[in-house]
């Protein structure tokens, strides 16, 4: 009995010393799951040049990432929060109320995003306006708005395939499904004259029109995918009519097994996104707090040397991955450097 | 005679017919409805063994293969000049020189023996050539020169890594074909890899490094071992052993022979059996809140997974081991007692070492449910990347480290086909492990148990 009583008490104190004791000696990163890989990248090589330990990076999205981020100032909580949109107005406000105040933000390039199917069907050249019409709930029919029932991408465009209409797009959860809605669905909404025509039916109220051109078809032709590349490449592979939706660095890793369709005329490439020819991109960024910095050994270290031209530069391991680098790095050097802040959104 | 046969042969109204040989149309109904129950068992049996067998074999098919690596050996002169540019062997000011500069004398010392050998294809360029070593290389060979800094200068026999892409063109997931498409691998790269197997440069082994290297990055699929998972999971165990055992045996051992029959107990009984029900995730978000949030433990570190499986752990092993102290026969505390011994004599030296081999069993079970868990260690930040092996002292509990379901979990996500090899590969260590802890658990069993 007082040999068990002994270890229980042991553990008891074991465990609550444990938690007072220890500093922390790696970086922690946390976010993104598209800017995943890139960090791992970077940490990995980072661990390989540095005399500090790797850092540690989570997936799991940005927006969970940024709030992590959020929770305050301290050794328990994470030093970077990677994201591939911008941080929002509420979560400066929830940093502010957990004291981290000042947060350093480091945008490292851009990624595009694809429309591809399976390697063994037809070419596609979508535009905007294509993809609102294939799967948008309601579409712009002889001047009248109706359902929409289109069956085949043919009914869409005739210039298109006569494949069976079938989306496989990112879930909500997914920072790629923001820059889904605004730079495809809501554009060809646009384009197409729906949202002209949803404006005038509720009275030019245009936030409601850009509600209602959000809205995709629920009869099964749009499905939303809550987990990862894998899985719509996995649903792809499954059904042979199905177009999905990926980032350029997975398309890049897999097109032996993908044929990526051109948007409004354009092949996606790094070179085409970095131009901004290529419609579908968006920034990628991740967020430091300052108040870490000189606190976390390696923390300043390792986003000086993420930034660095041989890793962010367009010949770096980043690019070949498949990240369009930022063409004004050098600014984000300096400001990196000089760790200065930033300041409020506009 | 004739009239008795006749007489007996008549059956009396209202009475079924009956006989031995010939069946009434109930007992057929009863046989048949056997025979059908036997077939739905056997229909049962094999179902579940030929989805059991589909999974096996898919898992096999899939993930055998990561065992195996393509390497390439050649000579490696490490060039002074370019390692050691100040020449005074000092360490730290070998350290300037990135992977970046190692990478480079790699891919020297490899196209030069290309050279030498007068190994050429068509349309390879110098990039192409490079392309071919993994990235995880230049890394190793930093870190084994910056260890011996004598090394520079002398030429070294070097066992590199090829990269995935070579890889899986060995183990027929990359062919011509996909080539031709992939972004990553050309051709011709395939022809010079050919040439080189040709040439006894390019050839493939056991991969050890499977078990033993750390996680890498999506770039280098080749490189990615169980390492950091299997130090995390094996660290994990031995804490959930060390916390579950002693309190979940005392908790029973209280509870069975020593509280009263009360609504409390009662209470406490239903709570027990609820907690075992709850689901995993649940115990995630609770130690997140309790260890890291309140007690201020570090994120990622095995002390804290263990505490949450342990927590998840417990009630299972709290069950078992009220079980099999019930199965110990009264007559053997009533003899004890009898004979002056008090009731913790009695249980600590009768009814606890009669229990012990169900105890073992429901622990072993217990902690093998732990080691395929994956959802609580989602929250408290071990899925994640870390390159690091955690320390092999006391302290190690405290460093980050991943677990060996999390590593599935991980790399089924990532981007590079090469990942789902790994993938299956890291699920076949891990039912290794399940089924010897299952079996150890069976041969326990089967070695103490005793029958009353």
């Known amino acids: 009995m007082s040999y068990i009583k002994m270890t229980v008490s042991t553990l008891a104190i074991a465990a609550v010393s444990a938690g007072t004791a220890m500093a922390r000696d790696q970086v922690q990163v946390t976010g993104s799951s598209t800017v995943l890989p890139y960090s791992t990248i970077v940490a990995e090589a980072f661990g ?10 989570e997936g799991g999205g940005s927006g969970a990432g ?3 981020f959020c929770e305050g100032v301290g050794e328990n909580t994470v030093d970077v929060a990677n994201s591939s949109s911008r941080i929002s107005q509420s979560d400066i406000d929830l940093c502010t109320a957990n004291g981290v105040t000042e947060i350093i933000e480091v945008r490292f390039g851009y990624d595009g995003i694809v429309f591809a199917s399976a390697v063994d069907g037809p070419d596609f050249a979508l535009t905007q306006a294509d993809v609102y019409n294939g799967i948008g709930a309601q579409v712009l029919k002889d001047g009248a708005l109706v359902a929409n029932t289109a069956a085949t991408w043919a009914d869409v465009n005739a210039s298109l395939p006569a494949q069976t209409i079938l989306a496989l797009v990112p879930g909500t959860k997914h920072g790629t499904r923001e820059v889904f809605d605004e730079k495809v669905i809501l554009q060809g909404c646009e384009d197409s004259g729906a949202f002209a025509a949803f404006a005038a039916a509720n009275a030019g109220d245009e936030d409601k029109a850009e509600e209602l051109c959000m809205e995709l078809r629920t009869d099964g032709t749009s499905i939303d995918i809550d987990g990862d590349y894998t899985e719509t490449l996995a649903r792809l592979e499954a059904d042979k009519n199905a177009l999905g939706i990926f980032g350029l660095s997975f398309y890049q890793n897999n097109t032996d097994k993908l044929r990526v369709a051109t948007m409004a005329g354009v092949v996606p490439s790094t070179e085409s996104i970095a131009s901004g020819e290529y419609p579908v991109s968006r920034p990628l960024y991740f967020y430091v707090k300052k108040a ?13 040397f993420f930034m660095s031209d041989d890793i962010a530069g367009p010949n770096g391991p980043l690019a070949a991955y498949g990240l369009v680098s930022d063409p004004e790095l050098a600014a984000t050097q300096a400001m990196v450097e000089a760790e200065t802040p930033m300041g409020p959104l506009n | 005679m004739t009239d008795a046969t006749a007489s007996g042969m008549a059956v009396p109204a209202g009475r079924p017919k009956s006989s031995l040989l010939a069946q009434t149309a109930l007992m057929k109904k009863r046989n048949a409805s056997e025979a059908r129950f036997k077939f739905y068992g056997v229909a049962a049996i094999v179902l579940s063994l030929s989805v059991l067998a589909f999974m096996l074999w898919t898992i096999l098919n899939d993930g055998v293969s990561a065992f195996f690596q393509a390497k390439l050996s050649f000579p490696l002169e490490l060039t002074a000049e370019t390692l050691d540019p100040e020449g005074n062997r000092n360490r730290d000011e070998m350290a300037r020189v990135t992977t970046i500069g190692y990478g480079r004398v790699l891919t020297t010392a490899f196209a030069t023996e290309l050279e030498k050998r007068g190994i050429a294809v068509e349309g390879v360029s110098e990039k192409d050539i490079s392309d071919m070593i993994s990235k995880d290389a230049a890394g190793d060979l930093r870190a084994t020169v910056l260890a011996n800094p004598q090394m520079v200068g002398t030429t070294i026999d070097a066992t590199v890594l090829a990269t995935g892409r070579i890889d899986g063109y060995l183990k027929g997931r990359v062919t011509m074909e996909t080539a031709e498409r992939d972004s990553n691998v050309t051709p011709q ?15 493939s082994s056991f991969n050890w490094d499977f078990i033993t290297s750390p996680d890498a990055s999506d770039q280098r699929p080749e490189a990615a071992g169980l390492g950091v998972a299997i130090m ?72 804290v997974g263990a ?10 092993i709290i069950i078992a081991t009220r079980a099999s102290i019930k199965a110990v026969p009264p007559s053997i505390r009533d003899a004890a007692l009898g004979i002056g011994a008090s009731k913790m004599q009695t249980v600590f030296h009768h009814v606890l070492p ?6 073992l069993t429901g622990t072993i079970l217990g902690l093998a449910s732990a080691l395929g868990e994956t959802a609580p260690l989602l929250l408290i930040g071990m899925v994640a990347f870390v390159d690091n092996y955690p320390a092999a002292s006391v302290a190690g509990v405290l460093d980050p480290a991943t677990a060996l379901p999390v590593q599935v979990y991980g790399w089924a996500q990532r981007a590079d086909p090469a990942f789902i090899e790994r993938s299956s590969g890291a699920i076949i260590i891990l039912l290794i492990f399940l089924v010897a802890m299952n079996v150890l658990a069976i041969l326990l069993r089967r070695r103490f148990e005793r029958r009353w």
């Open chain 2, 232 to 303: 995390g999971s094996a660290y994990m165990m031995l804490l959930v052993l060390i916390t579950c055992v002693p309190i979940g045996v005392a908790a029973s051992i209280y509870l069975e022979e020593f509280a009263p029959k009360n609504t409390w107990t009662d209470a406490i009984e239903v709570n027990i059996s609820n907690l075992a029900a709850v689901p995993s995730i649940v115990f995630g978000i609770l130690g997140l809140a309790i260890f890291i949030n309140f007690a201020g433990m570090p994120q990622s570190s095995s002390l």
């Open chain 2, 189 to 203: 790269q395939l022809q010079l890899a050919d040439a080189l197997r040709d040439a006894g440069i390019l050839g």
């Open chain 1, 292 to 304: 870490h910095i000189g606190v976390i050994p390696g923390l300043k270290e390792y986003v000086t």
């Open chain 2, 307 to 316: 505490l949450v499986l342990s927590l998840m752990t417990l009630p299972t």
């Open chain 1, 66 to 68: 940024r709030k992590k």
């Open chain 2, 354 to 359: 009669l229990a012990m081999p169900g105890i």
């Open chain 1, 48 to 57: 390989e040049n540095f005399d500090f330990p790797s850092p540690v990076v």
